[in-house]
T-cell receptor
């Protein structure tokens, strides 16, 4: 089945620096890649997503890139702020082997932004 | 106004008991999910229903039984609770095909503690 690997598991940056989180997926038929932010005591919240027909997408300080050939996708946060501190999850929507209707999540990255 | 609401938020119970978690979404989505998040924050799909029909049933003990009385509700009943069932359980719903988005909307979670 589909497998999604996420790195790093923890990331600590100074306020104002950039943060990059990387994921790889196994099913070449996957066609949708969302990123979720989970704050303490809350459910995951969608922050940005990308479909397989697009290589890059940006929304203010957040951007996601996708390399279909290498089966890599990454989240980039620029000018980080303390409120960006949270656990971030990447996910891939299953292709044929993974089941079309489910998202497979990475293990999460705990981002800490220090003032 | 909550889009996906789960009750209860916290549930502490003894081993061997039977308990239920309720989920309701007011987004008009056809597909709903249950995910389990363990102590290491890993999110794993358990079940998915589309318009009251079970479409995904991962390798979950048959002590777990989902029920969908209508497409806006997906409840989770757990029999004979075990210590290893302790986790945070998230309900989610997904945009319908053709709405131009695939993202899931998660509830705020139910923290189940089995003692």
């Amino acid at each position: 089945g589909e497998n999604v690997e996420q790195h790093p598991s923890t990331l600590s940056v100074q306020e104002g620096d950039s943060a990059v989180i990387k994921c790889t997926y196994s099913d070449s038929a996957s066609n949708y890649f969302p990123w979720y932010k989970q704050e303490l005591g809350k459910g995951p919240q969608l922050i940005i997503d990308i479909r397989s027909n697009v290589g890059e997408k940006k929304d203010q300080r957040i951007a996601v890139t996708l390399n279909k050939t290498a089966k890599h996708f990454s989240l980039h946060i620029t000018e980080t702020q303390p409120e960006d501190s949270a656990v971030y999850f990447c996910a891939a929507k299953g292709g044929v082997s993974g089941g079309y209707n489910k998202l497979i999540f990475g293990a999460g990255t705990r981002l800490a932004v220090h003032p | 106004d909550t889009a996906v609401s789960q009750t209860p938020k916290y549930l502490v119970t003894q081993m061997g008991n039977d308990k239920s978690i309720k989920c309701e979404q007011n987004l008009g989505h056809d597909t709903m999910y249950w995910y389990k998040q363990d102590s290491k924050k890993f999110l794993k799909i358990m079940f998915s229903y589309n318009n009251k029909e079970l479409i995904i049933n991962e390798t979950v003990p048959n002590r777990f039984s989902p029920k969908s009385p209508d497409k806006a509700h997906l409840n989770l009943h757990i029999n004979s609770l075990e210590l290893g069932d302790s986790a945070v359980y998230f309900c989610a719903s997904r945009h319908n095909p053709g709405q131009g988005a695939y993202g899931y909307t998660f509830g705020s979670g139910t923290r189940l503690t089995v003692v």
